[in-house]
């Protein structure tokens, strides 16, 4: 069973099965899995609920500005707009790899009865089956291949969906996505993987699993373990991935000294490639392009899901017509040259609703510097931010981005002060080990109203003398 390099397969499973890697094979959407995992695991049941959407596209969150969406207002049985997508047809682009280069059997179409928005703001790709067996589904990407963050700023893709609602042999052959292309790979099809792709959300078989890719460098082998790539899984928080709606969140963050790319699953990080991982080369042919391109797609059969079940799929039991449902896809920036606390202002100084870098303190105790991140923060060590702009109108909560591998019995609060290391702290939260020190979570916490300008201190208290948390950035919200 191949295994990533920097990842073991998976990172979170559930005690009924053990998901083998997630492997593709050459572009767009390839994989060529070897082993079989335990059937039995494909067979287990999840429960069933009634999903809901939301059907709008959530406000940004303070300090991001919204780029681009779509929350997929329109009358039942419409195609989503060709202003925001195009619509990939047949089994290949022209010129390019049969089959999109992963084994998959359906014909991808632009029939309302496989792609259409349903009334209530979302859009349902369905495959379907017709009496002689033959499938087919639907599969779209934007029509701007530029999406990238900002210089020394922050990209956010994120969408909220659905995956197929269908377990057990059902679901055999289903294989879901949302995913982005690096441009260079439009009109000419064969520069997969060293142009990019990032895997925001991919599942197969009906599992509540959720899995995390990137693509890059040369295939087979090379730096990003081609045709595996570099990834992560995990069970979706509380409801299963089936039977609700989640939020699936990409992040490409050039805001540090080190560049970074992280994986979210409601609010909750599980995967993350950071550029000193990977040959200089490698990172640059990835993310010196003009941006990358967003798709969504419903693929039947194919190297992922027959290596799961170790057999060919779909099969005879496969069930037909359940949607992947999408309420809606939007991208966001943050940051960038000149804006508060950007790492090229001027030390001192930053706006409080802004994404704070921990790294980017004036003066600190007993804490060490991680490139993008400080660290090995135990009891009595602290950070001063000097300067901070809460504004005129009150900031009552306070959310750090931390991560701890501290060991059993090990926590300690993370608090915040102003303007002096001896006042009361305005609020604080507790952490312990959060699954590593590398297992970031946003952790907020309530604190006392806060205007004006202050110098904030970050302190750390524990009752032990371990190290027990890593903090990567911080921000405060009204």
Request: hydrophobic share 35%.
């Amino acid at each position: 069973m191949p295994t990533s390099p920097l990842h073991t397969f998976p990172l979170h499973t559930s005690s009924l099965h053990t998901p083998p890697p997630h492997t593709p094979a050459p572009p767009t959407r390839r994989r060529r899995l070897g082993a079989a995992t335990a059937i039995a695991a494909l067979l287990v049941t999840v429960p069933l609920a009634a999903p809901s959407a939301q059907a709008s596209v959530p406000p940004p969150d303070p300090g991001w500005t919204l780029e681009w969406s779509d929350d997929f207002t329109g009358p039942a049985g419409s195609l989503p707009s060709s202003d925001n997508w195009i619509f990939d047809l047949g089994h290949n682009y022209p010129g390019g790899p049969a089959n999109w280069g992963t084994g998959e059997i359906a014909r991808h179409t632009d029939d309302p009865s496989n792609i259409s928005l349903d009334g209530s703001g979302n859009l349902r790709i369905t495959p379907r089956r017709d009496g002689a067996g033959n499938w087919t589904s639907a599969r779209i990407e934007t029509q701007r291949a530029d999406f990238r963050p900002p210089d020394g700023g922050v990209l956010r893709i994120e969408g909220r969906l659905q995956m197929p609602n269908v377990t057990g042999s059902a679901a055999l052959g289903y294989w879901p996505a949302f995913w982005a292309l690096g441009s260079p790979y439009r009109g000419n099809y064969w520069n997969w993987p060293g142009i990019g792709e990032f895997d925001i959300m991919e599942n197969v078989n009906g599992m509540n699993q959720v899995w995390a890719v990137l693509h890059c460098g040369t295939a087979p082998g090379g730096p990003c373990n081609e045709n595996n790539g570099i990834g992560a899984s995990r069970t979706c928080p509380g409801a299963s991935c089936q039977s609700a709606f989640h939020d699936y969140r990409f992040e490409w963050d050039s805001s540090g000294s080190v560049g970074e790319l992280r994986w979210y699953v409601d609010g909750q990080q599980y995967h993350s490639v950071r550029q000193d991982q990977l040959p200089a080369d490698t990172w640059n042919q990835m993310t010196s392009h003009a941006g990358y391109f967003i798709l969504l797609n419903v693929a039947m059969g194919g190297a992922f899901p027959d290596g799961v079940a170790g057999f060919q799929t779909p099969t005879a039991e496969t069930v037909p017509g359940h949607p992947m449902v999408v309420d809606y896809v939007a991208v966001w920036t943050h940051g960038g040259s000149g804006d508060p606390g950007d790492p090229g202002d001027p030390p001192g100084g930053g706006d409080a609703y802004s994404t704070l870098q921990a790294e980017d303190f004036q003066q600190q105790s007993g804490l060490n510097t991680y490139g993008s991140h400080i660290g090995s923060a135990a009891n009595g060590d602290w950070a001063r931010y000097e300067d901070i702009d809460f504004g005129d109108t009150p900031a009552r909560q306070f959310v750090a981005r931390a991560a701890s591998g501290a060991a059993g019995g090990v926590s300690g609060l993370v608090e915040v002060r102003l303007d002096s290391l001896s006042g009361t702290p305005v609020g604080s939260f507790a952490i312990g080990d959060t699954g590593g020190w590398q297992s970031w979570r946003e952790v907020p916490a309530n604190i006392d109203p806060v205007t004006g300008v202050h110098d904030v201190y970050l302190t750390f208290a524990s009752g032990q003398p371990a190290d027990f948390v890593n903090v990567d950035w911080f921000t405060f919200k009204h």
